[in-house]
């Protein structure tokens, strides 16, 4: 059998990527520091995906075990040495924290094994293997490098599957949305392909990053920092709210401008892309708190991120972004004590003014066609 390292046992790596991993024929090994889970997943050696919405469905999950990579390191190397594929889904912030360990096993796995093996990120953030990789050859002695370069790749993904917060009595179910797309750049690929059902490779994978960034992410945010704004707390809820709607629909048609323009996307596809999306947020079995979906307004206020990028991109073509400067305006006010993020944001205005904030976190000079727009929407 095919051997998966799977770095994050918790809802999104079990309820996605370990899932199509395991029904692609690998054993999957997930690696976590949390004791308790680990032990649950090698206790049971099997757990359950419950896919919810109209057509609900119960998918067994098995031939998976758990390392804890705290107190049993040496099994993780072993198993780095041993993989057909190594995987991650535990958050853009935490890549710099296993990467000493990757590099450990891949310094043992290319004096024993020639084989070439492929370590794909699938974080929520733009290329998250490439980082992945500057971290792992940080911690690289120089004399394995080489080697290193030769075996291994790191290609890019773009991930997208809704896992809610969820509390289930049953041990290590997850519940999920039906929608899944994992997209693997086929150029960075070493070695034959991985065949797995439910991952696409692509040779333009940029296209279909912003595609989703500026779809998925996009809409999401606006969603939930308007919603805010309206003391609604629930996504589903936002979804019945007639103004909210609107401005995300106004929102997604701004950014499907600059997508179709940009890559060539066909416009109708692209149009029910953006009503499948609609209606997973609409989904009331998948409803997320707003300020959970909010949070981190310092990351997605960036110049590169989901709501100041497209509205720069779109003001070089020509085009007035009204509705994507509305919702960064909603952005910078959203106010939420519970998230460190917010509470940066609003602080900086309280001591250095909004002009300095939109200039600061937006990364838009107080002379721009940006910053006067924005302006105007507070």
């Known amino acids: 059998m095919k051997k998966a390292v799977h770095f994050g046992a918790g809802n999104i790596g079990r ?3 370990g899932l199509l991993l395991s029904k692609a024929g690998y054993h999957v090994t997930f690696v976590d520091v949390a004791a308790s889970l680990v032990d649950d997943i090698n206790e049971l050696g099997k757990y359950y995906v419950q896919i919810v919405g109209d057509d609900p469905q119960r998918i ?9 990579s705290e107190k049993n390191l040496d099994a993780l190397l072993d198993a780095i040495a041993e993989a057909d594929i190594v995987t991650t889904a535990i958050g853009p912030n935490i890549l710099k924290f296993i990467a000493p360990n990757i590099a450990k096993g891949l310094v043992k796995r290319v004096e024993v094994n020639q084989q070439p093996l492929n370590i794909i990120a699938c974080e929520n953030m733009v290329g998250g293997s490439t980082a992945l990789k500057g971290f792992v050859y940080n ?9 290193i370069d030769k075996l291994i790749g790191f290609p890019d993904a773009a991930v997208d599957r809704i896992v809610p917060l969820q509390k289930n009595e049953e041990k290590l179910l997850v519940q999920v949305e039906p929608y899944a797309e994992w997209d693997v750049d086929s150029t960075g690929i070493v070695g034959e392909a991985p065949v797995i059902a439910g ?11 912003e595609r989703k960034l500026f779809t998925v992410n996009t809409g999401h945010a606006s969603i939930a920092y308007l919603a805010y704004q309206k003391g609604i707390k629930d996504i589903s809820t936002a979804m019945k709210n007639a103004d909210v709607v609107e401005m995300a629909r106004r929102v997604w048609k701004e950014t499907g401008t600059l ?3 940009k890559y060539g996307f066909d416009a109708e596809k692209h149009g029910q892309y953006v009503e499948t999306t609609e209606s997973r947020f609409a989904n009331p079995f998948l409803s997320d708190e707003v300020t959970r979906v909010a949070r981190g307004p310092v990351r997605k206020l960036g110049p590169k ?27 910078l006010k959203f106010d ?43």
Do not use: W
Not at 60 to 68: K, M, T, W, Y
């Open 15 to 17: 309820g996605f990527i």
């Open 60 to 68: 067994l999950v098995e031939n998976v075990s758990a390392i804890n």
């Open 259 to 261: 997508l179709i323009e």
């Open 305 to 331: 991120d989901r709501l100041v990028s497209p509205a720069t991109q779109l003001i070089e073509r020509g085009k007035t972004p009204e509705a994507l400067a509305t919702v960064i305006a909603a952005a």
């Open 199 to 209: 991952m696409t490779l692509v040779d333009n994978l940029g296209a279909y990053i």
């Open 139 to 147: 911690n690289l002695p120089d004399d394995a490098k080489a080697k």
């Open 336 to 378: 939420f004590n519970g998230d460190k993020e917010a509470v940066e944001v609003q602080e900086y205005i309280k001591a250095n003014g909004m002009d300095a904030a939109i200039e600061h976190f937006t990364g838009a000079a107080s002379d721009s066609e940006l910053f006067k727009l924005i302006k105007s929407k507070l």
